[in-house]
């Protein structure tokens, strides 16, 4: 039997850094800053949520979403 990971984000606290130091989540604030930044802060197999607790599945989802959108990251 494999261990499956968690897709409990490591976070600590509402700053979103780990115990290492390292940034466990991000979130974007507005469209643009997704357009902006997404490609390189969203990593294969993260999830994002919005602020109404919808998960963003593809690109489209990004333009009705209540922002603050953040990324959540599964624990290896």
């Known amino acids: 039997m494999s261990a499956r990971p968690s897709m409990v984000p490591r976070c600590y606290g509402p700053s ?3 115990l290492d130091g390292s940034a466990v989540w991000r979130s974007f604030a507005s469209m643009q800053d ?3 930044k997404a490609p390189s802060w969203v990593r294969r197999g993260d999830v ?3 602020s109404r607790g919808e998960q963003m599945r593809r690109g ?4 009705t979403a209540k922002y603050p959108v953040f990324i959540a990251r599964p624990t290896p």
Do not use: K
Request: glycine share 8%; aromatic share 16%; with cysteine.
């Open 16 to 18: 979103g850094v780990s």
């Open 48 to 50: 994002c949520i919005d």
């Open 34 to 36: 997704w357009i902006d």
């Open 60 to 63: 489209a989802d990004f333009a």
